[in-house]
């Protein structure tokens, strides 16, 4: 069974700042099959990146995607005060056919 | 444009069924695969199960396997979300999600959430 375990917990940073969040698999997962959510307080999760690099539509290019393997990587440019949020990494594709990450939280 | 409507929140006791329900629209309903999450209080999310609503292919989440039932009525464009004994550990939002694109599991486009409380 594949887990995916997200660091770090939390993350305190200021606006301006860059934002590095990890998702590190148990096993290998395709490229094709990793994907990261932001999830804000009292909202549904919105998909940001799929396919480990592509951005969904819409999605500012402040966020980017990589990684692969086991190892893969969120990264905020330069943070704006609506990116304060959660951050879950999602794989498909390995038993369980889907997998949530336990989530990061970027904080102020 | 593609809108994932959920059913209201839900307040039942401990040992009664209930089924919730999402509605899609905008898109070819049978076209796009839809999941179920949970979100307990403060929690992190959890997948459940996904149906493909063409043929009712549904997988689960060994986690969810026997405690939920979930289908799919393509002449309404709605999915279902149903226990038949709920317990006060079902307590949660429960969201449904649509895959982004043909046969992607990315869940693109998700319901607003459908608030499930079960107390005595």
């Known amino acids: 069974e594949i887990v995916l375990t997200q660091s770090p917990a939390t993350l305190s940073l200021s606006p301006g700042e860059r934002a590095t969040l990890s998702c590190r698999a148990s096993?290998?997962?395709?490229?094709?099959?990793l994907a990261w959510y932001q999830q804000k307080p009292g909202q549904a999760p919105r998909l940001l990146i799929y396919?480990?690099?592509s951005r969904a539509t819409g999605i500012p290019d402040r966020f980017s995607g990589s990684g692969s393997g086991t190892d893969f990587t969120l990264t905020i440019s330069r943070l704006e005060p609506e990116d304060f949020a959660v951050y879950y990494c999602q794989q498909y594709g390995s038993s369980p056919l889907l997998t949530f990450g336990g989530g990061t939280k970027v904080e102020i | 444009e593609v809108q994932l409507v959920q059913s209201g929140a839900e307040l039942k006791k401990p040992g009664e069924s209930l089924r919730i329900s999402c509605k899609g629209s905008?898109?070819?309903?049978?076209?796009?695969?839809i999941a179920w999450v949970r979100q307990m209080p403060g929690k992190g999310l959890e997948w459940m199960g996904i149906?493909?609503?063409?043929?009712?292919?549904?997988r689960y989440s060994p986690s969810f396997q026997g405690q939920v039932t979930i289908s799919a009525d393509k002449s309404v464009g709605t999915a279902y979300l149903q226990w038949s004994s709920l317990r006060a550990s079902d307590t949660a939002m429960y969201y449904c999600a649509r895959g982004y694109d043909y046969g992607d599991f990315h869940l693109g486009y998700w319901g607003q959430g459908t608030q499930v409380t079960v107390s005595s």
């Open positions: 149906i493909y609503p063409s043929d009712s292919d549904t």
């Open positions: 396919g480990a690099s």
């Open positions: 096993q290998s997962v395709s490229r094709s099959y």
């Open positions: 905008g898109y070819s309903f049978t076209s796009y695969w």
